[in-house]
Nanobody, 121 residues
C-alpha cells in the first residue's frame, strides 16, 4: 500500500505565499516523477509543476516565476512553494507520484487526497 498525504493548504490574501507538502509512505522501492496538479470547480485537472528524480523541473505557464517545486528524496516528500498568489490560483491541489512499489515490475501512478488553496481578500 502506498499513501500520499498533502498538507499546507489554506486561505491566503492575494500576493501572499503558501507552502504545500506531500509525503509518500508505504512499500516504495523508488519514486520517479513527483507532480502537483490542481483543479477548480468546473475545470479540468491541470498539471502545475513536475519534478523528476533527475533532470529539469517543469511548470505550467501560469505559475512560472511564482511557484517552485522541490523534493527531499530521503523523506519521499515533494514541496510546492507558492508566492505572489492570485485569486485564479484558488483550487484543490493534488500531489501525484509515479513510483515503483516493492515487488512490482512496473511503475504506477498514485494520488493524494487533495488540499484546498483559497486566495481571497
Amino acid at each position: 500500500q502506498v499513501q500520499l498525504v498533502e498538507s499546507g493548504g489554506g486561505l491566503v490574501q492575494p500576493g501572499g505565499s503558501l507552502r504545500l507538502s506531500c509525503a509518500a509512505s508505504g512499500s516504495i522501492r523508488s519514486i520517479y516523477t513527483m507532480n502537483w496538479y490542481r483543479q477548480s470547480p468546473g475545470k479540468q485537472r491541470e498539471l502545475v509543476a513536475a519534478i523528476p528524480s533527475t533532470g529539469r523541473t517543469n511548470y505550467a505557464d501560469s505559475v512560472k516565476g511564482r511557484f517552485t517545486i522541490s523534493r527531499d528524496n530521503a523523506k519521499n516528500t515533494v514541496y510546492l512553494q507558492m508566492n505572489s498568489l492570485k485569486p485564479e490560483d484558488t483550487a484543490t491541489y493534488y500531489c501525484n507520484a509515479i513510483l515503483l512499489v516493492e515487488g512490482r515490475s512496473s511503475a504506477t501512478s498514485h494520488w493524494g487526497q487533495g488540499t484546498q488553496v483559497t486566495v481571497s481578500s
